[in-house]
């Protein structure tokens, strides 16, 4: 049986990849298939049910072109792994989440980064808490750009406490942005992991990515948006209130935090485990628990985190 694939409004090399790169690693999968590409068309011959799943496999790369802002050979891994995007989006083991912007999938890699994972798909607020480097708030801006390009929200809202300078900032040099920046950088650092910095900068620009301390979200009803709260263990029990009850009805919460690393003045003000357990229970909120044995950074942070966790045990109970 013969058939052609024709490609139609889109450069052949957007799928096809430069050399034929990525088309080369698409057709791996099907040895039993002769294919010729010429021009926008692809030629195939061979068996009909080979061809007619080539045909739904290559629909699905096209389809995901459509989403992102180049093709890899890690799509075609993730398209045949049976990742595929979209709803049929696996909700456990290690399925690609977002690939980086430089090709690399990036997936759980660990299984409390797969319960964080899961309970994204099941939940509308998920409270993500434990020690620093277990990829927390990098596992939850993945999941929201992930939503983003498959067009699930219309915004990702990323926020923090600028506690550090108690939300007071006139006293730093610059105007608003550049006061705020140094505290909001390691969510820049992660989206510019996963979004060129060009298409960024057009998020960012239109308002469809917006990065903003705790405060500014006062007031404000966030619909149709993965919105994110970063190292909440420096809110008071009021200001997550708050920040909870900006949830719109097709909007996604995500709050993470380490409640070792409180920089209140007082650390009894922190809201975060209260609120939790004030919270426990109820339906479409889910919490999930890292602990060291989670940390996915250098092997030192593991043991330096635990050896702090021990002095902050032994001093409390002296």
Not at 163 to 175: I, K, M, S
Not at 185 to 213: C, H, N, V, W
Not at 225 to 243: H, P, S, W
């Amino acid at each position: 049986m013969k058939k052609t694939i024709t490609l139609e409004a889109i450069d052949p090399i957007e799928i096809f990849g430069a050399g034929n790169k990525i088309l080369s690693e698409f057709c791996s999968y099907f040895p039993h298939l002769k294919i010729v590409a010429r021009g926008n068309e692809l030629i195939l011959e061979g068996r009909e049910s080979d061809i007619a799943e080539f045909n739904i496999r290559f629909a699905e790369l096209v389809e995901r072109r459509q989403h992102k802002t180049n093709l890899t050979v890690y799509d075609v891994e993730d398209i045949f792994a049976g990742s595929g995007g979209g709803a049929h989006f696996p909700l456990t083991g290690d399925a690609v989440i977002v690939h980086g912007t430089d090709g690399k999938p990036i997936r759980a890699r660990n299984k409390t980064q797969q319960e964080l994972v899961k309970a994204y798909f099941d939940h509308d607020l998920i409270f993500a808490v434990g020690p620093a480097g277990t990829g927390k708030t990098y596992m939850a801006i993945a999941l929201a750009v992930r939503a983003l390009k498959n067009r699930e929200i219309k915004r990702i809202i990323l926020t923090r406490p600028a506690v550090e300078a108690g939300e007071r900032l006139g006293f730093l040099p610059g105007d608003l942005k550049e006061k705020l920046d140094p505290y909001l950088q390691p969510l820049y650092d992660a989206l510019s992991d996963m979004i060129p910095s060009r298409k960024l900068q057009e998020f960012m620009s239109d308002g469809t990515i917006q990065i903003a301390p705790l405060a500014y979200m006062r007031g404000r009803t966030l619909d149709r948006a993965c919105v994110i709260l970063d190292e909440a263990q420096n809110t008071n029990l009021g200001q997550l209130k708050m920040f909870l009850t900006r949830m719109g009805p097709s909007a996604k919460f995500i709050v993470t935090g380490d409640a070792t690393q409180i920089d209140l003045p007082r650390r009894e003000d922190s809201g975060l485990l209260a609120g939790i357990r004030l919270l426990e229970g109820i339906k479409g909120i889910a919490t999930i628990r890292f602990s060291t044995a989670d940390i996915v950074r250098h092997p030192l942070v593991t043991k330096i985190v635990r050896a702090f966790d021990e002095k902050t045990r032994t001093t409390d109970e002296a």
